[in-house]
């Protein structure tokens, strides 16, 4: 998740609040590292900004946020090598998303023959596991990264690692505070307001899609926003696939299985961007009307 502004305390203990538009990669690392902390009241946790295509603060590495805070999150032990005392942070860049969004959407659209050819191949193509023990010798745990930045604290160690697909009934308590990209077919027509949940089924399987406070408060989701009736639009006409990468979780509430999604790019309606597809149905409405 996006931190989108932090707390700056100088040595006196005075306190100011930043925010991304007042940062540059120059200001920070000459002037506040270290200095910064998460915005939340009462969170002690540091955070570090990270430039690129998408600027934003982010916890600092060794970091926790307290169990109220919005940006709490648990850090997902790893068995890399025989000591462990590290942190992995494993970066899935925007480019890597949107492709493998496109290949789950290939994937669910392929024919049983075409299945088992691919099936064949990669089995018969399967390298030989290496081990990974004498790559890093001391590693703690890992933290997943959405987004693309360039800027990282010292001595952060950075590893690549596959983003797992899962249809809707394939989904498992094993899942459960991961981040996955599910596959299925919108269920039903939704209640289309500023943003809206998408229940998406397959086999008789569901899970409810939800856009909360950190996806409307992050300026670059704003095209998304009161958008979410093209949905309902396109399910008139025929199946809608769905396709979205985010992090999996069971409602306390409901009991029901969740896919939160942070990011408007991060999730397709027939593979294809929802604010593209409500811009193309407003246009074809009014060459119509």
Same mark, same amino acid.
């Given at each position: 998740?996006?931190?989108?502004?932090?707390?700056?305390?100088?040595?006196?203990?005075?306190?100011? &609040?930043?925010?991304?538009?007042?940062?540059?990669?120059?200001?920070?690392?000459?002037?506040?590292?270290? $200095?910064?902390?998460?915005?939340?009241?009462?969170?002690?946790?540091?955070?570090?900004? =990270?430039?690129?295509?998408?600027?934003?603060?982010?916890?600092?590495?060794?970091?926790?946020?307290? &169990?109220?805070?919005?940006?709490?999150? +648990?850090?997902?032990? /790893?068995?890399?090598?025989?000591? #462990?005392?590290?942190?992995?942070?494993?970066?899935?860049?925007?480019?890597?998303?949107? $492709?493998?969004?496109?290949?789950?959407?290939?994937?669910?659209?392929?024919?049983?023959?075409?299945?088992?050819?691919?099936?064949?191949?990669?089995?018969?193509?399967?390298?030989?596991?290496?081990?990974?023990?004498?790559?890093?010798?001391?590693? &703690?745990?890992?933290?997943?990264?959405?987004?693309?930045?360039?800027?990282?604290?010292?001595?952060?160690?950075?590893?690549?690692?596959?983003?797992?697909?899962?249809?809707?009934?394939?989904?498992?308590?094993?899942?459960?505070?991961?981040?996955?990209?599910?596959?299925?077919?919108?269920?039903?027509?939704?209640?289309?307001?500023? #943003?809206?949940?998408?229940?998406?089924?397959?086999?008789?399987?569901?899970? %409810? #899609? #939800?856009?909360?406070? =950190?996806?409307?408060? +992050?300026?670059?989701?704003?095209?998304?926003?009161?958008?979410?009736?093209?949905?309902?639009?396109?399910?008139?006409?025929?199946? /809608?696939?769905?396709?979205?990468?985010?992090?999996?979780?069971? =409602?306390?509430?409901?009991?029901?299985?969740?896919?939160?999604?942070?990011?408007? %790019?991060?999730? &397709? /309606?027939?593979?294809?961007?929802?604010?593209?597809?409500?811009?193309?149905?407003?246009?074809?409405?009014?060459?119509?009307?």
């Amino acid at each position: 998740m996006r931190i989108m502004s932090a707390f700056y305390r100088n040595n006196d203990g005075n306190e100011k &609040k930043i925010h991304l538009g007042e940062m540059t990669t120059h200001v920070y690392t000459q002037k506040l590292k270290r $200095k910064l902390f998460c915005p939340t009241e009462n969170c002690t946790a540091r955070v570090s900004f =990270s430039g690129g295509r998408y600027p934003h603060f982010r916890t600092w590495k060794y970091d926790q946020h307290s &169990k109220k805070c919005p940006y709490h999150f +648990d850090r997902i032990p /790893v068995n890399l090598g025989r000591n #462990v005392t590290d942190i992995v942070s494993t970066e899935i860049s925007y480019n890597r998303r949107q $492709k493998a969004l496109h290949d789950a959407y290939t994937q669910m659209n392929l024919s049983e023959e075409e299945r088992e050819a691919i099936r064949i191949s990669r089995n018969r193509h399967r390298p030989k596991a290496q081990s990974i023990t004498t790559r890093k010798e001391q590693v &703690k745990g890992e933290q997943l990264v959405l987004f693309d930045s360039k800027l990282y604290e010292d001595n952060l160690i950075f590893r690549r690692r596959n983003l797992s697909k899962r249809y809707v009934d394939e989904i498992f308590e094993s899942d459960i505070g991961q981040i996955r990209l599910v596959m299925g077919n919108i269920a039903s027509s939704i209640e289309a307001g500023n #943003v809206a949940e998408i229940v998406v089924k397959n086999n008789d399987q569901v899970i %409810t #899609v #939800v856009f909360e406070e =950190s996806f409307t408060a +992050d300026p670059f989701n704003s095209s998304y926003l009161n958008k979410f009736w093209a949905i309902n639009q396109v399910l008139d006409q025929d199946i /809608v696939q769905f396709t979205g990468i985010g992090d999996i979780r069971k =409602s306390t509430r409901s009991k029901r299985l969740e896919l939160v999604i942070h990011a408007g %790019t991060d999730f &397709k /309606v027939n593979n294809k961007d929802m604010s593209a597809v409500a811009a193309q149905i407003a246009l074809d409405q009014y060459r119509l009307g």
